[in-house]
């Protein structure tokens, strides 16, 4: 190398810096749009921008604002080979005057660490979205992980294991949800006709209202505790409502069956449409008026929460896992911000009460609960607002450099 990385001087601020990336590939999926839209405001600020990966679809939009595509195989397991691409990332950090080096993916890691180390760089690593259960399994990734001067997480639930397992400070952790394409879920895009014709697909009665649960039929997702909720609701005087179930109903086709033997147990069977997985997500969440969350295993991320709050959908929620996070809820936040709420994992009557208290709102209030979901989808999972907080990230570890 020309300078030793005790000799080099690291810019201060992001105007000059040169950032590099590593994802997987440069595919289209939320994770390198938001690495697009990072990179698209490093080149407003006068940054330049180096993304490594595999070739993909969005290649010619990064190249199309000024950003530049590293060729680069990170996707790998094989010793000799993450040896190899530590040489590389070695190499081509000290050539290009590479100042921050994120990587965004487990595989790409260890090599970027070593390469990062042996530059004198800032290195930025991100937490991926595993099931507690296979976090032991990946104890070589999940190390190299621990070793960034900034760890991006997507929740701060997902955070907490890392940070107790390496003795991870709580500074080091910047939480930053995973981003929404708020485009496609918006209710403004939606026509009326398409809600209509769901409705009468489903063939639910005129004028009931619709709680929808979305996800996979299967025994993590609550579907039992919602039938018991449904006959506690029902015996309660609940009327004109259909719970529409919509995801995957042919993994578990036994649990269906179960699903359905308990609900006609408890006498709400006609109460319920399974509707199988549908693709259009934006319209079925659109044909609903709440959003149900029922878990009773905490999920790696709850997408739906965020997509339901997206348009424009109050949710109530088990508070398992991340969800709460995605959510504003009584008490933890005033009841007139709130855009759900949260019930107990497990606990029918806790969710019937929830439930029960969203369907008795006013269509005042309703109307509020809807707009403070879309605000606060559009705040929390914009893609712009993870790239502001990426570049808010970078900004601050050039400002610390002694």
């Known amino acids: 190398m020309a300078e030793t990385a005790e000799q080099r001087v690291l810019p201060r601020t992001l105007a000059g810096a040169t950032v590099l990336q590593i994802v997987p590939a440069l595919n289209d999926s939320p994770q390198v749009r938001t690495t697009i839209s990072a990179a698209h405001a490093l080149i407003q600020v006068g940054a330049r921008i180096i993304?490594?990966?595999?070739?993909?679809?969005?290649?010619?939009?990064?190249?199309?604002?000024?950003?530049?595509?590293?060729?680069?195989?990170?996707?790998?397991?094989?010793?000799?080979?993450?040896?190899?691409?530590?040489?590389l990332l070695t190499k081509f950090i000290d050539t290009e005057r590479v100042a921050i080096v994120h990587a965004k993916s487990a595989s790409a890691t260890w090599s970027a660490a070593v390469a990062a180390q042996r530059n004198g760089v800032r290195l930025i690593t991100e937490l991926p979205d595993l099931p507690r259960r296979?976090?032991?399994?990946?104890?070589?990734?999940?190390?190299?992980?621990?070793?960034?001067?900034?760890?991006?997480?997507?929740?701060?639930?997902?955070?907490?294991?890392?940070m107790k397992r390496y003795g991870i400070p709580p500074e080091r952790i910047s939480v930053i949800p995973r981003s929404l394409d708020l485009r496609h879920f918006n209710p403004a895009n939606v026509?009326?006709?398409?809600?209509?014709?769901?409705?009468?697909?489903?063939?639910?009665?005129?004028?009931?209202?619709?709680?929808?649960?979305?996800?996979?039929?299967?025994?993590?997702?609550?579907?039992?505790?919602?039938?018991?909720?449904?006959?506690?609701?029902?015996?309660?005087?609940?009327?004109?409502?259909?719970?529409?179930?919509?995801?995957?109903?042919?993994?578990?086709?036994?649990?269906?069956?179960?699903?359905?033997?308990?609900?006609?147990?408890?006498?709400?069977?006609?109460?319920?449409?399974?509707?199988?997985?549908?693709?259009?997500?934006?319209?079925?969440?659109a044909a609903a008026d709440f959003v149900a969350v029922p878990y009773t295993s905490a999920p790696i991320y709850g997408r739906v929460v965020a997509e339901a709050q997206a348009m424009a959908k109050p949710v109530i929620a088990s508070s398992i896992g991340p969800l709460p996070e995605n959510m504003i809820t009584p008490p933890r936040?005033?009841?007139?911000?709130?855009?759900?709420?949260?019930?107990?994992?497990?606990?029918?009557?806790?969710?019937?009460?929830?439930?029960?208290?969203?369907?008795?709102?006013?269509?005042?209030?309703?109307?509020?609960?809807?707009?403070?979901s879309r605000q606060f989808a559009e705040y929390t999972f914009s893609p712009n607002r993870a790239a502001a907080a990426t570049l808010e990230i970078y900004a601050s570890l050039l400002e610390s450099l002694d």
């Open 191 to 285: 026509p009326p006709e398409r809600v209509t014709k769901l409705r009468q697909i489903w063939g639910i009665p005129h004028g009931a209202r619709i709680v929808l649960v979305p996800g996979r039929i299967a025994p993590p997702n609550g579907h039992l505790v919602l039938a018991h909720a449904a006959r506690i609701l029902a015996k309660g005087g609940m009327r004109n409502v259909t719970f529409v179930l919509v995801g995957d109903d042919q993994r578990y086709r036994r649990f269906v069956g179960k699903f359905w033997k308990v609900a006609q147990a408890e006498g709400v069977d006609a109460l319920f449409r399974v509707v199988g997985f549908h693709e259009d997500m934006p319209a079925t969440y």
């Open 51 to 87: 993304i490594a990966g595999e070739y993909g679809d969005l290649v010619d939009q990064l190249k199309s604002f000024g950003g530049e595509w590293l060729p680069f195989e990170s996707a790998t397991m094989n010793p000799t080979k993450r040896r190899a691409n530590a040489e």
């Open 134 to 162: 296979r976090m032991w399994l990946a104890t070589f990734y999940l190390g190299a992980l621990s070793r960034g001067d900034r760890i991006i997480s997507h929740s701060v639930f997902n955070a907490r294991p890392m």
């Open 333 to 372: 936040m005033p009841e007139e911000l709130s855009t759900g709420w949260e019930a107990k994992p497990g606990d029918p009557v806790d969710l019937a009460k929830a439930i029960e208290t969203a369907l008795a709102l006013e269509p005042d209030d309703y109307r509020a609960h809807s707009a403070r």
